[in-house]
């Protein structure tokens, strides 16, 4: 069965630790959640280091369909998932769609978890 993931605003930037910070709002908790589970796929986690280690910062869908052992329909969903999540951006050009982490994005949820 599969979820379905609403569209997240983009991660805050805020300097606070939401998990350890205090309560968590159900607002607060259900975005977190979602990206935390976006990520909780080993093809995806690979995908955002894939792209993070680009020299440019992004990568085109081409390039990631060949570095993972993944059929580009799959690596197309894991993307569409991290796209959905708020984690990377899509930009399309001509025939082929690149990839970028969104800036803060992962040092916002790491800094969700410090103590």
Same mark, same amino acid.
Request: one cysteine or more; charged letters at 20%; proline letters at 3%.
């Given at each position: @069965?599969? %979820?379905?993931? %609403?569209?997240?605003?983009?991660?805050?930037?805020?300097? /606070?630790?939401?998990?350890? &910070?205090?309560?968590?709002?159900?607002?607060?908790? #259900?975005? =977190?959640?979602? #990206?935390?589970?976006? @990520? &909780?796929?080993?093809?995806?986690? #690979?995908?955002?280091?894939?792209?993070?280690?680009?020299?440019? &910062?992004?990568? /085109?869908? /081409?390039?990631?369909?060949?570095?993972? +052992? =993944?059929?580009?329909?799959?690596?197309?969903?894991?993307?569409?998932?991290?796209?959905?999540?708020?984690? !990377?951006?899509? %930009?399309? #050009?001509?025939?082929?769609?690149?990839?970028?982490?969104?800036?803060?994005? @992962?040092?916002? !949820?790491?800094?969700?978890? +410090?103590?």
């Amino acid at each position: @069965m599969a %979820t379905e993931l %609403t569209v997240l605003e983009p991660v805050s930037t805020s300097c /606070c630790s939401p998990v350890t &910070g205090g309560v968590l709002s159900d607002a607060e908790a #259900r975005s =977190l959640a979602a #990206r935390f589970k976006a @990520m &909780g796929d080993p093809s995806r986690l #690979r995908l955002l280091s894939l792209i993070a280690a680009t020299e440019s &910062g992004e990568a /085109c869908v /081409c390039d990631l369909n060949e570095s993972l +052992d =993944l059929s580009q329909g799959t690596v197309s969903h894991h993307l569409g998932i991290l796209v959905k999540a708020g984690l !990377l951006t899509r %930009t399309k #050009r001509g025939q082929w769609s690149f990839y970028a982490l969104v800036p803060g994005a @992962m040092s916002t !949820l790491a800094r969700a978890l +410090d103590a």
